[in-house]
């Protein structure tokens, strides 16, 4: 099980939002069968997916929506929490996602983004790479060996400019929003790769290094993934 040390830290963000008692109108975009964060008990947690089995398979949701977040029209101020984890990525257009969720999140709510660091070496092996190869390395490297299999992960990865850290706040800004966290981190599966390959120490710093400078500075070794937290009409 790997542990992700941003989610305690944006559990924090999301328990304040729910800490007067009022119901929170929480939606997960592109939803998936779990989440990632624990919803307040105080939530009316609404579910958006493409897909009708990872769907079915989720059993804390309120409501559930087939549709795809790039062209859903969602309630205008209708959530007071928006969560979108791993899942711009995939999109064509996360751009209209973002568009949508700064439509659909109340003034002094929250939107949570988290996915890739496009700025990663991790996230250009992706792009680089065939979705076999995706699947291959789920099943073999991390130990999912449902991967692929019956609507399971991992899906087509797209990686578009749009989800860039910088191009993500310029996004934010022109929508509206104010970037209250940002974070660029060490994702938990990788990390503990890395340490099963014994990639540490003075070896580990070397890599780095050697990353660095290859791509001129554009690629980072070890921040292979990405958190930004957005308010509307707050930075909380």
């Known amino acids: ?6 989610v305690p830290k944006l559990q924090v963000i999301i328990d304040k939002l729910a800490a007067d008692g009022e119901q929170v109108r929480v939606l997960e975009a592109g939803c998936g ?91 250009l092996i992706t792009k680089i790479t065939p979705h076999w190869f995706h699947v291959w390395a789920y099943r073999h ?15 087509r990865t797209l990686l578009k400019p749009a ?14 929003l104010v970037v209250s966290y940002l974070s660029l981190y060490e ?11 014994r990639l540490t120490g003075p070896v580990w710093s070397a890599a780095k290094f050697f990353v660095k400078a290859l791509s001129f500075g554009k690629l980072d070794a070890e921040n292979t993934d990405c958190i930004i937290v957005l308010g509307k009409g707050s930075s909380f």
């Open 1 to 6: 099980m790997y542990v992700n040390e941003q």
């Open 141 to 155: 490297v991390f130990g999912h060996k449902s991967a692929g299999r019956d609507g399971n992960g991992p899906f």
């Open 163 to 176: 989800i860039a850290p910088e191009s993500l706040v310029k996004l934010a800004e022109s929508n509206g």
């Open 33 to 123: 069968s779990s989440s990632k964060v624990k919803m307040p008990n105080n939530a009316w947690l609404v579910g958006i997916d493409i897909s009708q089995p990872q769907l079915d398979r989720n059993t804390i949701l309120s409501e559930k929506i087939l549709g795809d977040i790039q062209t859903f029209e969602l309630p205008e101020s209708g959530f007071d929490l928006v969560v979108c984890w791993d899942v711009l990525e995939h999109l064509e257009k996360p751009e209209a996602a973002i568009e949508n969720f700064a439509h659909a999140i109340a003034p002094g709510g929250i939107i949570i983004l988290a996915m890739p660091n496009l700025r990663s070496i991790k996230a």
């Open 187 to 197: 994702g938990p599966a990788i990390r503990d790769l890395r340490r099963r390959l």
